[in-house]
């Protein structure tokens, strides 16, 4: 069970619920031992399908595969699912040209919000963003 900063474990911070759906796109190999326990009946997707998913963490390393993935990603939580968007901590060492601030650049011109933000481990960041209300 990683807590990262708060004690609290990943799956709560992620929002993971009971008999919710989780999709994770681009792990960067240690997603599953990190989130672990995952609360009862979470079904994990292997692929985003429209409006099928609960909660995708979604791992990039670039704001070029921000751009690549994210309309996917935000359609398969549409209407009031979240998409976590991972990205490596300055201090990682892992180069990067991603912020929150990119990531707000490329989301709220869609009709997204970011309303969430987490350490997901030492290495990588997460900023939830979902559908505005309006647009659900």
């Excluded at 990205?87 to 707000?104: H, N």
């Amino acid at each position: 069970m990683a807590a990262g900063y708060s004690g609290t474990p990943l799956a709560t911070k992620l929002g993971i619920k009971p008999s919710s759906t989780l999709l994770v796109v681009n792990d960067p190999g240690h997603f599953d031992e990190i989130v672990a326990p995952l609360p009862p009946g979470v079904a994990r997707r292997k692929r985003a399908s429209r409006g099928g998913v609960n909660v995708v963490v979604l791992f990039v390393r670039s704001r070029g595969e921000l751009d690549r993935r994210i309309d996917v990603m935000t359609k398969a939580v549409f209407p009031d699912g979240g998409v976590w968007v991972a990205w490596p901590k300055r201090a990682s060492g892992i180069p990067t040209d991603m912020t929150e601030d990119v990531i707000r650049e490329v989301v709220l011109p869609m009709g997204l919000v970011d309303n969430k933000v987490c350490a997901i481990d030492e290495t990588w960041s997460g900023l939830r963003v979902v559908w505005r209300r309006e647009r659900r």
